[in-house]
């Protein structure tokens, strides 16, 4: 924060009536192992009464409010060779991104800020004890068994709209920052004529919130509508980041762009761009000459949109697009909340407010209904299956350039006979030789080739046999595993 917005802070806090679970006042530094405490104390507290961030503030007389500056300069402060701020960090957990303001207030004298984001995954201790406050007074959570409860239950509920990612805003502030035209023109909605019929309608959406210090944006409304991530701390690192390489791997980049607006406001942008990256095949169609994308348009657009709504915004890193001569890598940060191999008939998200607003403007299918469009796309350019993986730290989706079947690998085959199969359950059909032969382009004659791979693919236990009782390899009818 600038020194004009932190003096405007510090004035709305100082004009709080009296110390409370989510700030504090002190005068001078007391101990290093107190304002650990106190950060966890606030956190958790700030969680409890879903307040974005607790404060605690040096330079400040308790009782009185009266600003009379403070010796403690908390960002050169250091406890033995370490600095203040790390070795806070390295004790806390998990981690919180707190920030230490030192500045001068309108008054001329020194006040040091702490400004603590509240608790979201669970609650925050300081070596291994977690802190609430108590009215003004900070105890250990254990003895407060109910508190503890309602964190633990607010972290399995808190969600973009309950986060907020930029704060102390007039309203004029709130609509230069958020791009307002894009919402209204992909909601195909007219532009209200007033400044609190916009903001009315972005609160409805839970884009901002009203609170003590003016309005806030929340993280969604960021994410969705910001016309510049970087104006929202940490969100900065969230833009859509595109890498292109020269060969088949990451030894020499060629180009790198990051998309640094929302998602509503860049992602046309940024799947045009992305488009405009990949190598294309010339076709002659009736004497004339045309380039065709060697990937399915449509199934970029929806992976990519998959991207941004699933990713774990806890986790740190961006949304991830990796473009190599034969494949391209679509990834985002977190792990999965439903099985790899069930992506195409299941669905759960994260983030479902992102998911529901990115829908209603168009950027994604409804729920369930979107891998099964992408794989239908693959099969039509006759690529290899999607390649799906989940590491400790991302989940990475990889879709291949063409391939014939003699250049798939058998356990390609057979992860392409288990998507197709996947396609044809979730369409109310069932897979048989026939239809696999079509997805291969294989011809009739040569469907004992396609009998063993469906026999691979059920002692793989991928499929099973719908129909048991028929005894022809050729006229069997098949399911996925779970069907």
């Known amino acids: 924060m600038k020194e004009q917005e932190l003096s405007r ?194 609160e409805q959406e839970h884009f901002i919130k009203h609170e003590e210090l003016g309005w806030s944006i929340t993280q969604l409304g960021a994410l969705v509508l910001a016309k510049n991530l970087a104006d929202f701390g940490l969100l900065k690192r969230k833009g859509i980041r595109v890498i292109v390489y020269k060969g088949k791997n990451k030894i020499e980049t060629v180009r790198e762009q990051v998309f640094e607006h929302g998602y509503a406001v860049c992602l046309d942008n940024a799947v045009e761009w992305i488009k405009g990256q990949l190598p294309a095949n010339e076709v002659i169609e009736q004497t004339l000459r045309k380039s065709v994308t060697m990937y399915p348009q449509l199934s970029i657009r929806e992976l990519i949109g998959n991207m941004v709504i699933h990713q774990d915004f806890s986790e740190l890193g961006s949304p991830m697009v990796e473009i190599y001569a034969d494949r391209i890598e679509i990834s985002n940060p977190g792990t999965p909340l439903v099985q790899v191999d069930r992506f195409i008939d299941e669905y759960q998200s994260r983030n479902e407010a992102l998911a529901d607003v990115m829908r209603r403007m168009g950027f994604c299918e409804e729920k369930g209904s979107g891998l099964d469009k992408v794989i239908t796309q693959i099969e039509a350019y006759q690529l290899p299956p999607l390649r799906i993986q989940s590491t400790d730290k991302r989940v990475i989706v990889t879709m291949e350039s063409y391939k014939t079947w003699g250049d798939m690998t058998p356990q390609e085959r057979i992860q392409a006979c288990y998507q197709h199969t996947c396609l044809k359950y979730v369409s109310n059909e069932q897979t048989t030789n026939q239809s696999l032969r079509a997805r291969f382009q294989i011809d009739d004659k040569n469907y004992p080739m396609i009998s063993r791979l469906l026999k691979d693919a059920v002692d793989a236990s991928l499929i099973k046999i719908a129909n048991p009782e028929e005894k022809s390899p050729r006229n069997r009818r098949y399911v996925p595993y779970w069907g």
């Open 9 to 202: 802070l510090l004035e709305v806090l100082v004009a709080q009536p009296n110390e409370s679970e989510w700030l504090e006042f002190k005068h001078n530094f007391h101990s290093e192992e107190e304002i650990g405490e106190r950060i966890s104390a606030l956190s958790n507290s700030a969680c409890l009464l879903d307040k974005s961030f607790g404060y605690l503030v040096f330079g400040v007389e308790d009782g009185t409010h009266e600003v009379l500056g403070t010796t403690f300069y908390g960002k050169q402060a250091r406890v033995g060779r370490e600095d203040l701020e790390m070795w806070l960090t390295n004790r806390l957990s998990p981690r919180i991104d707190f920030e230490i303001y030192d500045f001068t207030a309108t008054n001329g004298r020194h006040v040091c800020l702490f400004r603590i984001p509240a608790a979201t995954n669970r609650p925050v201790s300081f070596v291994n004890v977690a802190y609430v406050r108590v009215n003004s007074s900070t105890s250990r959570l254990q003895n407060y068994p109910d508190k503890e409860a309602k964190i633990w239950k607010k972290a399995s509920n808190r969600n973009l709209a309950g986060l907020m990612a930029k704060e102390m805003l007039s309203k004029q502030e709130v609509v230069s920052l958020l791009s307002v035209e894009t919402y209204y023109n992909l909601m195909n909605m007219p532009m209200p004529q007033t400044l609190d019929g916009i903001i009315e309608r972005l």
